[in-house]
Nanobody, 131 residues
Framework: QVQLVEFGGGSVQAGGSLRLSCSASGITYGSFCVGWFRQAPGKEREGVALIYTGSGLTYYVDSVKGRFTISQDKDKNTVYLQMNNLKPEDTAEYYC????????????????????????WGQGTQVTVSS
């Protein structure tokens, strides 16, 4: 059974940093795509960053490029999201998700990817950025 557990949310002022962690169990690490999504109140869930755990390839939505970094520690089966220069518009519930295939290449090429492409989800962690 796949289990994903997120850690690291919290409240920071604009310009600050947070690191989120996603601890994964029940997956064949190295053969899954892991993504970070976020959802603000009244908005759709938005893909933020992806990593293919086998190849290490990463992708980001335009709004976080240069500020967020997704990485992995294969020994710990953990994926991280380092978030720097946080802005109030980054305030949301952040979710970790995993899937054996990940989004279709056309979605990734478009710069956005759907939550429907992921089968397994964590419980979420709140990130609040104040101005």
């Amino acid at each position: 059974q796949v289990q994903l557990v997120e850690f690291g949310g919290g409240s920071v002022q604009a310009g600050g940093s947070l690191r989120l962690s996603c601890s994964a169990s029940g997956i064949t690490y190295g053969s899954f795509c892991v993504g970070w999504f976020r959802q603000a109140p009244g908005k759709e869930r938005e893909g933020v960053a992806l990593i293919y755990t086998g190849s290490g390839l990463t992708y980001y939505v335009d709004s976080v490029k240069g500020r967020f970094t997704i990485s992995q520690d294969k020994d710990k089966n953990t994926v991280y999201l380092q978030m720097n220069n946080l802005k109030p518009e980054d305030t949301a519930e952040y979710y970790c998700a995993a899937d054996s295939e990940g989004p279709p290449p056309m979605e990734i090429a478009s710069g956005t990817w759907s939550a429907r492409s992921f089968d397994h989800w964590g419980q979420g962690t709140q990130v609040t950025v104040s101005s």
